[in-house]
């Protein structure tokens, strides 16, 4: 049987630079012969779709490199054809060098992407929304089970799009805190992370629900929301359960304060908005091998059109940027004490893991390596990618509002879908893009996800994808023309064109905040 194509059933992804290629047939079997650039090399095990084998020899000590980064030490000689796993694997680098660096040259804005806009709600503070919802905020767990019952009721007996077309709904924003937690530090970060919930432009009207008791109740937070909200005291109502008599007179008030917001939000109509005004926030999750090969790579396109058109965007899980990733990041940023900023990021957080007692590189799920991520520093190179390739302006903390400001950010956030999604709006995204090779129907009270999957496989056969990244693997598209699409497809979302597909389902409004930054009380 002649030799088959390297290419036919692989990929190397960084020709230049890498020393492995990725399986996407089904599986090559053990003495299969592959062509690769005029020399014949033999598989010497099974090796799976989405798992590596060597393509050129790797003596023992050297790094096995894929997406052009070092993501292991071979710990023993490696062959062409080997495969790579944990027999020949050490999950471990050779010391990395940062090149801190100042990089004062301007980011490239391309005329003809800055003449772009898009349809949103234009708010008095100049922040323009791509949704215009009304949310139910809580100030705590003491008033979230309120919370969430006005929203669900509004929804059923209040609200339709027929008699309120410019608004997209009410949503539940409920988290876990509140009460029981120290006072100080942790109360002024919550304090901070309800006021981006309430200024949010995605929200044109809210109400805050207390309890009564709680140290975010209504006369000891609003005072602070007052100072960051615009229009605080048109845009939201305050309600307090305890003054209310309970929960079914609190739940029967909510519903009639709701129709009075539904009215406010409703005289909010879409206009023109230049594209400078969005803030674009990326995430992945259920992540495979292809996460770093197709879907991150083409939303860091997308991420560099943004960034020329003179927008912003958000690229956030600090512990999933290890090793080189982070080198490389820390590399390009604007300047030494940003790409400082940056490393300390990453040793502050591997501190707060060690408060509990845990591993720092505990990363990697089962999905992850089911998927073909043998360990953290893949992971973490494929994470890099969505934030495309434009300098690193700054590192922005959890709960930091983004203002004004453009470029790339990172933002600091546990890799945790359910806290580093909502994360992304809390720092001022009005959208998301959201990668995965596994599948998640994640959404977010706040904004729409959009969903970019990474193989022709979960394409075929999960619905909860908007865009999918598998045609890469299958050759009907390039990287450029998906991260174009994802570009696009942003821009039909965030002007009401299109819903995402998590908010077409109707039930996707998951909201949490990272209580344990502070501890119980």
Same mark, same amino acid.
């Given at each position: 049987m002649?030799?088959?194509?390297l290419?036919d059933v692989?990929?190397v992804?960084?020709?230049e630079?890498d020393?492995v290629?990725v399986?996407t047939? #089904?599986? /090559?079997e @053990?003495?299969?012969?592959?062509s690769?650039?005029g020399?014949l090399? $033999?598989i010497?095990g099974?090796? =799976?779709?989405?798992?590596?084998f060597?393509?050129?020899e790797?003596?023992?000590?050297q790094t096995f490199?894929?997406?052009?980064?070092?993501?292991?030490i071979?710990?023993?000689a490696?062959h062409?054809?080997d495969?790579?796993?944990e027999?020949?694997l050490? #999950?471990? /680098?050779? @010391?990395?060098?940062t090149?801190y660096?100042?990089n004062p040259?301007? $980011?490239?804005i391309d005329?003809? =992407?800055?003449?772009?806009t898009?349809d949103?709600?234009?708010r008095?503070?100049?922040?323009?929304?791509?949704r215009?919802?009304?949310?139910?905020?809580?100030?705590?767990?003491?008033s979230?089970?309120?919370?969430?019952?006005?929203a669900a009721?509004?929804?059923?007996e209040?609200?339709s799009?027929?008699?309120?077309?410019?608004v997209?709904g009410v949503v539940p924003i409920a988290?876990?805190?509140g009460?029981g937690?120290p006072?100080?530090r942790?109360?002024?970060?919550l304090n901070q992370l309800?006021?981006?919930?309430l200024r949010?432009p995605n929200l044109?009207a809210?109400?805050?629900?207390?309890l009564?008791?709680g140290?975010t109740c209504?006369?000891?937070s609003v005072?602070v929301?007052?100072?960051?909200?615009?229009?605080?005291?048109r845009r939201v109502v305050n309600m307090?359960?305890?003054?209310?008599?309970g929960?079914a007179?609190t739940?029967?008030?909510?519903?009639?304060?709701v129709?009075?917001l539904?009215?406010y939000?409703?005289q909010f109509?879409?206009?023109?908005?230049?594209?400078?005004?969005l803030?674009?926030g990326?995430?992945?999750g259920?992540?495979?091998?292809?996460?770093?090969v197709?879907?991150?790579?083409?939303?860091?396109?997308?991420?560099?059109?943004f960034v020329?058109a003179?927008?912003?965007v958000?690229?956030?899980?600090i512990?999933e940027?290890?090793?080189?990733?982070m080198?490389?990041l820390?590399g390009?940023?604007?300047?030494r004490a940003?790409?400082?900023k940056?490393?300390?990021?990453l040793k502050r957080?591997e501190?707060?893991v060690r408060k509990?007692?845990?591993?720092f590189?505990?990363?990697v799920?089962?999905?992850n390596?089911?998927?073909g991520l043998?360990?953290?520093?893949l992971k973490?190179?494929g994470v890099?990618?969505?934030?495309g390739t434009?300098?690193?302006?700054?590192l922005l903390?959890y709960?930091?509002w983004l203002?004004?400001?453009?470029?790339?950010y990172v933002?600091y956030?546990?890799g945790?879908?359910?806290?580093?999604t909502p994360a992304?709006?809390l720092?001022g995204?009005?959208?998301?893009?959201f990668t995965?090779?596994?599948?998640?129907g994640?959404?977010?009270?706040l904004?729409?996800?959009?969903?970019?999957?990474?193989?022709?496989?979960l394409a075929?056969?999960?619905?909860?994808?908007?865009?999918?990244?598998?045609?890469?693997l299958?050759?009907k598209?390039?990287?450029?023309d998906?991260g174009?699409?994802?570009?696009?497809?942003?821009?039909?979302?965030?002007s009401?064109r299109?819903l995402?597909?998590?908010?077409e389902?109707g039930f996707h409004n998951?909201?949490?905040i990272?209580?344990?930054?502070?501890?119980?009380?």
């Amino acid at each position: 049987m002649p030799a088959q194509n390297l290419e036919d059933v692989a990929i190397v992804i960084r020709p230049e630079k890498d020393n492995v290629a990725v399986v996407t047939a #089904d599986q /090559l079997e @053990k003495g299969a012969e592959l062509s690769y650039r005029g020399a014949l090399l $033999t598989i010497s095990g099974r090796v =799976l779709r989405g798992q590596s084998f060597a393509i050129r020899e790797i003596e023992e000590g050297q790094t096995f490199v894929t997406l052009g980064d070092p993501i292991g030490i071979a710990s023993r000689a490696v062959h062409p054809g080997d495969p790579v796993d944990e027999t020949n694997l050490e #999950d471990r /680098l050779p @010391k990395l060098k940062t090149r801190y660096r100042d990089n004062p040259t301007p $980011t490239p804005i391309d005329p003809e =992407l800055t003449s772009l806009t898009f349809d949103g709600y234009v708010r008095g503070d100049g922040t323009v929304g791509t949704r215009n919802l009304v949310g139910i905020v809580t100030s705590g767990m003491g008033s979230s089970t309120e919370a969430r019952e006005i929203a669900a009721r509004a929804m059923r007996e209040v609200y339709s799009r027929e008699k309120f077309p410019n608004v997209d709904g009410v949503v539940p924003i409920a988290h876990e805190s509140g009460c029981g937690m120290p006072d100080g530090r942790a109360v002024a970060l919550l304090n901070q992370l309800l006021a981006d919930s309430l200024r949010h432009p995605n929200l044109g009207a809210a109400i805050y629900i207390d309890l009564g008791c709680g140290k975010t109740c209504v006369e000891c937070s609003v005072p602070v929301f007052q100072q960051d909200v615009p229009d605080y005291n048109r845009r939201v109502v305050n309600m307090t359960i305890q003054q209310l008599g309970g929960s079914a007179a609190t739940v029967s008030r909510g519903l009639e304060v709701v129709e009075k917001l539904l009215d406010y939000a409703n005289q909010f109509q879409r206009q023109p908005a230049q594209i400078s005004k969005l803030i674009v926030g990326t995430k992945c999750g259920g992540s495979d091998r292809w996460s770093g090969v197709t879907a991150n790579p083409a939303v860091g396109v997308a991420a560099d059109l943004f960034v020329k058109a003179g927008a912003a965007v958000l690229l956030p899980e600090i512990p999933e940027l290890q090793g080189a990733a982070m080198v490389d990041l820390a590399g390009r940023a604007r300047t030494r004490a940003v790409g400082r900023k940056l490393t300390q990021a990453l040793k502050r957080y591997e501190a707060y893991v060690r408060k509990f007692g845990d591993y720092f590189h505990d990363t990697v799920s089962p999905g992850n390596i089911k998927g073909g991520l043998y360990n953290f520093y893949l992971k973490s190179s494929g994470v890099k990618a969505k934030g495309g390739t434009s300098i690193v302006e700054d590192l922005l903390e959890y709960g930091e509002w983004l203002g004004e400001r453009k470029g790339l950010y990172v933002l600091y956030t546990p890799g945790y879908d359910q806290i580093s999604t909502p994360a992304l709006f809390l720092s001022g995204a009005q959208v998301a893009l959201f990668t995965t090779g596994r599948g998640t129907g994640i959404g977010c009270a706040l904004g729409p996800v959009l969903k970019i999957g990474t193989n022709p496989q979960l394409a075929r056969s999960y619905a909860d994808l908007d865009v999918d990244a598998g045609v890469i693997l299958e050759k009907k598209a390039s990287i450029e023309d998906v991260g174009r699409k994802i570009f696009q497809e942003t821009l039909d979302v965030a002007s009401g064109r299109k819903l995402a597909r998590a908010e077409e389902a109707g039930f996707h409004n998951e909201f949490k905040i990272w209580e344990s930054l502070w501890p119980a009380l």
